[in-house]
């Protein structure tokens, strides 16, 4: 996430208990980690609920997509079927004749 290496991190440590003293820095270091772990879980929260909004659009799309489909399948067999019995066809192994 962020391009730190040991050494940095060693150093704004070295400074942050030269400012804020050693019976203090434990407890700063708690309080951070835990609005670093509270930052990290929101953002992933959110990256959660963007993902699910993609797939569910994507969903959406394919859904139409299909239902076009079947749409235009229908429309053919439709004229098929009318064009058919315009011309006097009919089905062959119909029981009726």
């Known amino acids: 996430m962020f391009d730190i290496s040991f050494w940095?991190?060693?150093i704004i440590g070295a400074i942050a208990l030269v400012v804020?003293?050693?019976?203090?820095?434990p407890k700063l270091l708690r309080t951070l980690g835990?609005?670093?772990g509270r930052a990290r879980a929101s953002f992933q929260s959110i990256r959660d609920e963007v993902e699910r909004e993609v797939n569910a659009e994507g969903?959406?799309?394919?859904?139409?997509?299909?239902?076009?489909?079947t749409r235009d399948a229908m429309k053919t067999v439709e004229k098929s079927v009318s064009e058919a019995e315009a011309d006097g066809d009919k089905p062959k192994g119909d029981p009726k004749e």
């Open 59 to 69: 969903l959406r799309e394919t859904r139409r997509a299909i239902e076009t489909d």
């Open 34 to 36: 835990l609005w670093v």
């Open 20 to 25: 804020v003293g050693p019976e203090r820095l």
């Open 8 to 10: 940095e991190i060693l």
